[in-house]
């Protein structure tokens, strides 16, 4: 063991591909999710793999994502903001591959569907492309766009209208068994794990 | 296989605590993290397991989460907007039931870490108490709290001032592993997962 302490002038003169990679470690395991927009049904589709999605409130049911305009995701926030929808669809440990590939920088009128081999698929009343694979899609509807004015990015808040899921890995308390679906997870920029319950614990009383 | 839709108001008509295990279950897997706060030096110490830490970004680094006043979490939050400063700590998996019983509702003067086990430790220079047991443990700044008037809570971002962290885990493109060390994910509202990583991929291009 050797533990370090970085002081943020340290962080402040990394590298910026080095100081990328450490600061997206350091928020802790964060979540696989893949944004589906267009700009109608089967037009302009966009796919985009994003580690920000946190959870708002349950009642409304809201979820928000942390974006940066003029970045590889200035489509999906475009689509967002012309069309009012998009989707959220949990990547699944067996397709990381594909999920991360969305990533690359695809001129505008390349689909990130087509270009890394994930299935589309709609629901007859929603106009947004979901993954056909996810193990859990959410259909939303944007609520607001927060300015966070201290580096130029937005927090995008979605309620959600509706969930797919497999009745099967939701407990009898209402929770959803995400390891047996095969959800994964992110650390930093680039990894991508299976994760193992360890402990499940009552509602805590002192 | 048995996937089955959810409408916004089939989840509107759950009973309030199956509706927030489903609801916190849906964005994905999660960090595990114990925020620790105090009224100054060993005075009035307070911890806070929070599964809702967001990295904002990298350079300056900021990282946020989402809090509601007026829950448990209210000590936290007086004490954020009291001192300006607060910790983030890594919650390990070897002990996570202690860190979830820090979300029992103690009374204000009841210090979490004693009620729980978990060991306060300070640095020369910051007034905030960190848990020392924790692999990746960060110093932060209160930079801005942000309402979220949908269903007011609040975005509470802050930027960090210093990190310890065992070198060994840094890989030498900046990344942590966070496995190497341990560190535990959440689902839900009560379960806790070791992750595993299954694939680590090259910066994505078309």
Redesign the interface.
Known sequence: ????????AD??T????????????????????LIGTSQGRHVNENLAII??????????????M?M?PHTVVRDTLENIQQTGVYTIN?VS?EW??AA????????SN?SEFD?TGLTSWY?DDFDAPFVQASP?K?AMQL??I?P????N?Q?V?G??????????A??A???????QLG???I????????????????????
């Not at 080095?18 to 999710?33: D, E, I, Q, T």
């Open positions: 063991m050797s533990e370090k302490r970085f002081l943020s962080i402040a990394m590298e910026q591909r080095y100081r990328a990679a450490f600061m997206n470690s350091l928020s802790g395991v964060k979540s696989a999710n580690s920000s999605v946190v959870h708002i409130g349950a009642n409304p049911p809201l979820l928000g942390i940066r949990h440990s990381t591959e991360h590939q969305t990533s690359a920088s695809y001129p390349v270009a629901a859990v959410l609520a607001e927060i966070i004015k201290l580096n990015t927090l808040i309620e959600i209208s509706s969930v797919w899921i497999d009745t099967n939701i407990t308390e209402g929770q959803v068994n995400l390891d959800v994964a997870a650390t930093g920029l680039d990894t991508y794990h299976t994760i193992n319950p360890v402990g499940r614990y009552a509602y805590a009383k002192p």
